[in-house]
């Protein structure tokens, strides 16, 4: 039978530097989803710093490294340059607000969190608190930091993984129990939806006879 499905639609090519081109609004809608790394940071001053960052991953394994972006200088960045520690905080779909009325810019001497009125409490390890209703946090020292253009890449060394026991299934994170919330493009923000378990293949299940 014949392929009855619509062909590719043509494509726009935008280029990065030319006039109208806002490279960044593309990426973000779309890399997505984005997981939100909510930075908590404490300055050499004492003032608590409590910020989303959705440039977040994983870089390596063993040893266990994480890494965010600050778009700019922004205060985390400051903060974990001199103090040389931070948390990660994963934001649960019922801390949304909280999240986003982090993101606002309100200046170094103030501490979002308790502005917000926003729980926290020690950490295991580092001198930053960690965000108390957050089901999951990764206290990490600083690895290094890479400039990259008008950014800069934070990897963070992990000292501790600290998880609430509601979202633990026989010693694993269920990811539907943490449900984490990410960044999409503009001003929205993502849930997880359909979860597929699926295995990797072996070799000989994709290798020919």
């Given at each position: 039978?014949?392929?009855?499905?619509?062909?590719?639609?043509?494509?726009?090519?935008?280029?990065?530097?030319?006039?109208?081109?806002?490279?960044?609004?593309?990426l973000t809608s779309?890399?997505?989803?984005?997981?939100?790394?909510?930075?908590?940071?404490?300055?050499?001053?004492?003032?608590?710093?409590?910020?989303?960052?959705?440039?977040?991953?994983?870089?390596?394994?063993?040893?266990p490294v994480v890494?965010?972006?600050?778009?700019?200088?922004?205060?985390?960045?400051?903060?974990?340059?001199?103090?040389?520690?931070?948390?990660?905080?994963?934001?649960?779909?019922?801390?949304?607000?909280?999240?986003?009325?982090?993101?606002?810019?309100?200046?170094?001497?103030?501490?979002?969190?308790?502005?917000?009125?926003?729980?926290?409490?020690?950490?295991?390890?580092?001198?930053?608190?960690?965000?108390?209703?957050?089901?999951?946090?990764?206290?990490?020292?600083?690895?290094?930091?890479?400039?990259?253009?008008?950014?800069?890449?934070?990897?963070?060394?992990?000292?501790?993984?600290?998880?609430?026991?509601?979202?633990?299934?026989?010693?694993?994170?269920?990811?539907?129990?943490?449900?984490?919330?990410?960044?999409?493009?503009?001003?929205?923000?993502?849930?997880?939806?359909?979860?597929?378990?699926?295995?990797?293949?072996?070799?000989?299940?994709?290798?020919?006879?």
């Amino acid at each position: 039978m014949p392929d009855s499905r619509p062909g590719p639609s043509p494509r726009v090519v935008y280029r990065p530097g030319e006039e109208g081109v806002n490279a960044y609004r593309f990426l973000t809608s779309i890399v997505l989803p984005r997981p939100i790394a909510w930075v908590s940071s404490v300055g050499t001053d004492g003032v608590g710093n409590l910020a989303p960052h959705s440039f977040f991953s994983v870089a390596s394994a063993v040893p266990p490294v994480v890494t965010f972006t600050s778009v700019g200088r922004k205060d985390t960045l400051a903060n974990v340059v001199a103090t040389g520690e931070f948390v990660v905080n994963v934001v649960s779909a019922a801390q949304l607000e909280e999240c986003n009325a982090t993101s606002a810019e309100v200046g170094p001497s103030v501490d979002e969190a308790a502005l917000l009125g926003i729980a926290m409490e020690p950490s295991a390890v580092v001198r930053p608190g960690r965000v108390a209703g957050s089901p999951a946090s990764i206290e990490c020292t600083l690895h290094s930091t890479v400039d990259v253009g008008d950014s800069v890449l934070v990897l963070g060394l992990v000292q501790a993984i600290t998880v609430h026991e509601r979202v633990l299934r026989a010693g694993r994170v269920e990811a539907r129990e943490l449900d984490p919330l990410s960044r999409l493009g503009g001003h929205q923000w993502g849930r997880l939806g359909e979860i597929h378990d699926i295995r990797r293949p072996r070799p000989e299940d994709v290798l020919p006879g």
